[in-house]
């Protein structure tokens, strides 16, 4: 069974930063894909930034392209997700969630995501 545990999270000022982890468990191996989705009040989830753990290839929506970086520790098989220059924009429910490499489609795709996090509150204030 596939488990996605997340931390991280918290309160900051506009322009300020934030890492959120996630750490997947159950997988047999790393083909398969991490990505963080966020949902604010009155709002649809949407994709943020993913990573496909066998190459570490990884994907970013426009919003947040150069601002924030996903990345991976493989030895701690664990999940980063770096978020800079906050914008009160950002603020939302943060979720980690994953799909094996098998499942294929658009990357922010939400149906295809079986397995999610708890979700963790980031909250930017201006």
């Known amino acids: 069974q596939v488990q996605l545990v997340e931390s991280g999270g918290g309160s900051v000022q506009a322009g300020g930063s934030l890492t959120l982890s996630c750490a997947p468990s159950?997988?047999?191996?790393?083909?398969?894909?991490i990505t963080w989705f966020r949902q604010s009040p009155g709002k649809q989830r949407e994709g943020v930034a993913g990573?496909?753990?066998?190459?570490?290839?990884?994907y970013y929506a426009d919003s947040v392209k150069g601002r924030f970086t996903i990345s991976q520790d493989n030895a701690k098989s664990m999940v980063y997700l770096q978020m800079n220059s906050l914008k009160p924009e950002d603020t939302a429910v943060y979720y980690c969630?994953?799909?094996?490499?098998?499942?294929?489609?658009?990357?922010?795709?939400?149906?295809?995501?079986?397995?999610w996090g708890q979700g963790t509150q980031v909250t930017v204030s201006s």
């Open positions: 969630a994953s799909r094996p490499s098998s499942i294929g489609g658009y990357w922010f795709s939400l149906s295809l995501y079986s397995y």
């Open positions: 159950g997988y047999p191996d790393s083909k398969n894909y």
């Open positions: 990573i496909y753990r066998g190459t570490g290839t990884t």
